[in-house]
């Protein structure tokens, strides 16, 4: 009898400390678990975005003209990486809350980096992300923790508040600002829409490639020569989603960039256009890059209003500046006339 009392009272107490372990585990809920991050937000309602990471910090902001700038770099900011950035927090739900303990900041990296004397750490601060709005007012302002161990996911926490929670899917925001900087420099598709080439090597051996409308290249050179069809159309391939991989200032000395030797290409729309590309012949020796400079005119005669607005704003965009294309990219637009000329009996 004595051992069933025993047994019925070690029962009660088992029983009475997994109830007390619920009641806790319940109150310890927060109405926010299962809740986006961020609701939804229009990026027109936004006017900076601030990060904060392992690197310098970067700041987004919009000019008077709505356009999104790198601020550092005083370049256009990729719009569709901010897109990414505001689906990300839209789309992420809250997990359950791991701690309401501010000593726990750092063994979860939520560490407010003001809190760590202005100082990025790897082993206790995390990157924090502010959204502003024009009044200054915050739309988001959160700090980016580490990955969870086991079982996948990412702790994070809002500044100012102590609870860290945990998110389901990793937010992996670049604390770069060469990662936001709107990398396109032209999309054009020239094979149908360039009628004539005018190419300019740093020797002076230039030469002349046109067309007429679907029809094949010719050069007047000697009056003999087959061109090698598929290599321009190659050449005019290097037009469609021009990327660059660096930005430098137009003012970079030539040595730095590669540019002490210049080949000039004039590519001529059907419209009326002139896209001028002026591409270092020589990388740089650190880096595998060729730099060329971007810009673009209408032809004599052109006086299209639409057309010339379109030409001032593209110049607008890249006058200031040197692009540093991959080796690949640079060495595909420094043809010389043999590299496209058909030698006497060769089949394309």
């Known amino acids: 009898m004595l ?161 860290v929670f945990l998110i389901l899917q990793n937010l992996i925001v670049p604390t770069d600002s060469e990662e936001w900087l709107d990398k396109l420099i032209i999309d054009l598709d020239a094979k149908k829409l360039v009628k004539t080439i005018s190419v300019t090597p740093s020797d002076n051996d230039s030469y002349v490639l046109t067309r007429d409308k679907d029809a094949e290249w010719q050069t007047t050179l000697t009056g003999q020569e087959s061109l090698k069809q598929d290599d321009i159309g190659t050449l005019l391939d290097q037009l469609k989603d021009l990327q660059f991989l660096k930005l430098m200032p137009v003012s970079t000395l030539a040595a730095e960039t590669g540019r002490e030797r210049v080949t000039t290409l004039e590519f001529e729309n059907f419209d009326g256009r002139i896209l001028l590309l002026a591409v270092g012949e020589d990388k740089v020796s650190s880096e595998d890059y060729h730099y060329i400079h971007v810009s673009m005119k209408l032809g004599e005669g052109v006086t299209d209003d639409a057309l010339k607005q379109e030409v001032d704003t593209f110049n607008a965009r890249t006058q200031n500046w040197l692009y540093g294309l991959s080796y690949y990219k640079g060495t595909a637009f420094l043809k010389h006339r043999s590299d496209l000329v058909k030698t006497s009996g060769a089949s394309e």
């Open 3 to 163: 051992k069933k009392m025993i047994l019925v009272t070690l029962l009660l107490v088992i029983l009475s400390g997994v109830a007390l372990m619920v009641s806790q585990k319940k109150s310890e809920s927060d109405p926010r678990e299962g809740q986006s991050i961020m609701k939804t937000v229009d990026i027109n309602e936004l006017s900076r975005i601030l990060i904060q990471g392992k690197n310098t910090p970067v700041e987004l902001e919009k000019n008077e003209n709505q356009q999104w700038l790198v601020k550092s770099d005083h370049y256009l900011a990729s719009s569709e990486e901010l897109q990414k950035l505001l689906v990300k927090f839209m789309e992420a739900k809250i997990g359950h809350k791991v701690t309401d303990n501010p000593q726990h900041h750092e063994k979860f990296r939520v560490l407010h980096i003001e809190q760590n004397n202005g100082q990025w750490d790897a082993q206790k601060t995390g990157t924090l992300v502010r959204l502003l709005k024009q009044d200054g007012s915050p739309v988001l302002e959160v700090i980016l923790g580490k990955d969870r161990v086991q079982g996948g996911g990412q702790y994070f926490r809002y500044a100012g508040d102590n609870s």
